[in-house]
């Protein structure tokens, strides 16, 4: 189970390598039934959420560029009618890379605002990762600021900007007749969440959107993260209560005025994740945070 997680880990802080490494003839796309006409697809990137019906297709996010054909070939065994809208829970590559590809056919693209002004120009991620700026069809083409609505395929769609967090353009997607909730990356289920500081993320500020989110669902909300299997609102809160004793680990590190490497000796991630390179240099990167 460890040299799992190690493995997990690994893959969350390597983006860049993990993005060369990618061989994407081999990513299969697997659709999971979520509640009644919503899905979401499994393949390589961020978990893409699907609602059909008459007036069409809605996806949150679009994972990466050469597998939208077989994003596309996917949807088309649930209906015949094209994508119309694509709605990004952020700007991140691993979600937003097939933008171009769905634009180009014809879809519109939606967004926080903060997202796409990410995405008109390069970006350097907390990660190391450097993102390329997209082409004008990539671009989301209807952004809000704090909330919008969609009325499509018989369900009200609210759209919400819960404050910075991961980065600061996030959004969370409720299927609200369904109860059903596409987090984006401000909940994910591999063991400690990117934060992207370079881009607006914070770990107080992942605290404080995950505490909103909490008090907008109910113990039936069926949560599709941005990352991993389908949960509950019971996951949510275990998840929260994680980030927020790694950061009173953290502050009390920051208070007894510890240098960087004197707070990695107290181990302020025991018990969540395993000590290596990965999980030392998340905890680096939120106690700058706090100096
Ligand atoms: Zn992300």
């Known amino acids: 189970m460890k040299n799992l997680l190690a493995a997990i880990m690994a893959c969350t802080f390597c983006l860049t390598l993990q993005l060369q490494a990618q061989d994407f003839d081999n990513i299969e796309i697997v659709t999971h039934h979520v509640k009644d006409n919503i899905y979401y697809l499994e393949g390589s990137g961020g978990n893409i959420g699907v609602i059909v019906g008459d007036d069409g297709v809605l996806i949150v996010d679009d994972q990466f560029g050469p597998l939208t054909n077989k994003i596309e070939a ?23 890379d097939g933008n171009e590809n ?23 991620l907390a990660s190391g990762y450097s993102q390329r700026r ?22 009200p769609i609210e759209i ?3 404050g910075p967090g991961h980065t600061d353009g996030d ?28 881009n607006g993320g914070s770990l107080d500020g992942m605290i404080e959107a995950t ?5 907008k669902i109910n113990d039936e909300t069926i949560i599709i993260p941005g990352h991993g299997q389908l949960s509950n609102r019971d996951d949510l809160l275990n998840y929260r209560e994680m980030l927020v004793t790694i950061r009173g680990n953290l502050v009390r590190a920051k208070v007894e005025n510890l240098s960087p490497s004197e707070m990695l000796d ?26």
């Open 74 to 96: 996917a949807i088309t065994d649930l209906t015949k009618l094209p994508v119309t809208f694509v709605v990004n829970s952020h700007f991140h590559y691993d979600h937003t």
């Open 171 to 198: 959004a969370q997607i409720f299927f609200l007749e369904s109860n059903v909730v596409h987090t984006g990356d401000m909940f994910v289920r591999y063991v400690l969440p990117f934060i992207d500081q370079n």
């Open 266 to 291: 107290t181990d302020p991630a025991d018990g969540f994740a395993p000590t290596g390179d990965g999980t030392d240099a998340w905890l680096l990167r939120a106690y700058d945070e706090y100096r």
């Open 134 to 155: 997209y082409d004008e069809v990539g671009l989301p083409k209807i952004t809000f600021f704090d909330a919008m609505r969609f009325y499509f395929n018989d369900e």
């Open 211 to 215: 505490d909103r989110l909490a008090s």
């Open 102 to 124: 769905f634009g180009r056919a014809g879809a519109f693209i939606v967004a926080q605002d903060n997202a796409r002004r990410r995405m008109e120009s390069a970006q350097v």
């Open 160 to 162: 919400v900007y819960n």
